[in-house]
């Protein structure tokens, strides 16, 4: 069964960093378009960064320009979320997902991992 599970989250004072990681099983996350969803409280999911499939591209959304990066190992079969400089704005329900998307946009992924918790205080 194809599963994505993540790791990293947790709390962190503003200005730190945090490194999320999502491991595939049962697919191979290179065929796919993989991306970051964040759900903080009382808001909607929205894309956080995400690579496409077909040329490699990245997207940041414009809250994480110049702090967060977006990464993939393909021998390992896991994607990551380098977070710096944390903003308590940044504290939300991280998700990874994977699929044949071409944009990052929640409903074009079809595997979603399970979230991580990531808080941001002082």
């Known amino acids: 069964q194809e599963q994505l599970v993540e790791s990293g989250g947790g709390e962190v004072q503003p200005g730190g960093s945090l490194r999320l990681s999502c491991a595939a099983s049962?697919?191979?996350?290179?065929?796919?378009?993989v991306g970051w969803f964040r759900q903080g409280p009382g808001k909607e999911r929205e894309g956080v960064s995400c690579?496409?499939?077909?040329?490699?591209?990245?997207y940041y959304a414009d809250s994480v320009k110049g702090r967060f990066t977006i990464s993939r190992d393909n021998v390992k079969n896991t994607m990551y979320l380098q977070m710096n400089s944390l903003k308590p704005e940044d504290t939300a329900i991280y998700y990874c997902?994977?699929?044949?998307?071409?944009?990052?946009?929640?409903?074009?992924?079809?595997?979603w991992g399970q979230g991580t918790q990531v808080t941001v205080s002082s």
């Open positions: 049962a697919f191979t996350l290179d065929y796919y378009s």
């Open positions: 690579i496409s499939r077909s040329d490699g591209s990245t």
């Open positions: 997902a994977a699929g044949w998307a071409g944009a990052c946009i929640e409903n074009e992924f079809d595997y």
